[in-house]
């Protein structure tokens, strides 16, 4: 593995001529090719209606149709929330952000690998240390408000993973504010879709009527005479999970020829990533620790036999390839095989690349950075956690 990582060494900082690493990976539904999948649902604009996003793109060198079945950003938080798994059962550890409380009597936390803005999220923003400061007048909280274009170095040591995935601190008001780029980009498509429909209703088990009832605080009932007074709250019986819904035609995912996978981590925006005060040996071997947690990442994420994406959305891995993309010859890059398919190689690459940039001068922290919410956030978390009054059912 050692011999991996110097070629990873000389890769991030555009030493050699390696210019990325590209995982390619095709999938089968496991009801078989040509078996429904569902695609994430989105609001299409121009019907104003639910849709799958369907788009055109040459795929083998023919213009296809493809259906997103997961976008990029769903894909990192795939990669985010499997090194989580991996720091809660102790095989790894990476400096991270930790919110925690409790509400209801129930356990909350929330980190920067998890938060919809990673470290730059709102949830930090309106958190304090144990003594009540306010994050961002911590220590770190403070370097990281104070990184720059030119000085990252706060997120190499506290927060590393936003290197990789990206990080925009579009919470607080700057004039200049945090913008780093993704380094490691993935996409799944499904090619040539044909769209399916099927029949969306619900059967009461008592055949309740559908009537309409009147709603208060303290629940639901209906009218004995069948009329209810003016200025009532009300609603249908099948909103609040009762009565017969008849059969109606809704979406019904789509049949593709194929599932693709695309991910590439870019030595390019890695080898831009800058680091201030540090010295070169130590910035060299952090841009490639970032790059050996991009690719231990995605191996922890996509690595196994079979992917759900989500309910209707199980996949099964029948083929991939992961390699180092060089420079071109007669108008075509170059690719070798990179020898880090599983997630155990992946994990010994990124040791050796911790211990390079420890030997470095690396600081690493051995356990995350806590807060909690500050009495507004903390309000709004157990007002969230409240159970009040009846609520209408929605579809699946």
Known sequence: MHEAYERLLAAANLRSSDGAVRITAEYEPLGGAGSAVFPPTVKITAMDAAGYLIEPRYVGGAREDVVLLDQRQSQANRCEAALLDAVQRGEVFLPHLALETESAGVAVRVTSLDAPHRSRDAYFRDAVDADGVAFDRTEAGLALRDAS????????????????????????????????????????????????????????????????????????????????????????MSALGHGMIPPSEGLGGVSVTGVQRCATLSFAQLAALRFGPLGKELAAAGRALVAAIALLGDRLAFASPALRLRSGCDLMLVGERVEWVLRGRDGRPGVEALEVASPQEALALFEV???????????????????????????????????????????E
């Open 149 to 236: 274009a030119g000085d990252v170095s706060a997120y190499l040591r506290l927060v590393p993973s936003d290197l990789a995935y990206g990080v925009w601190d579009s919470h607080r008001k700057r004039r200049i504010q945090v913008k780093i780029p993704r380094a490691y980009s993935s996409e799944m498509i499904g090619v040539a879709p044909l769209v399916g429909v099927r029949a969306a209703g619900r059967v009461d088990r008592l055949n309740l009527t559908g009537e309409t009832v009147e709603v208060t605080e303290s629940g639901w009932a209906p009218s004995a005479d069948g009329k209810l007074a003016k200025g009532t709250k009300t609603a249908k």
């Open 353 to 395: 690349a911790l211990e390079r940039a420890q030997a470095a001068g690396l600081e690493w922290a051995r356990e995350p950075v806590v807060v909690r919410p500050n009495a507004s956030l903390q309000q709004a978390i157990d007002k969230s956690y409240m159970i009040a009054g009846i609520g209408e059912a929605e579809g």
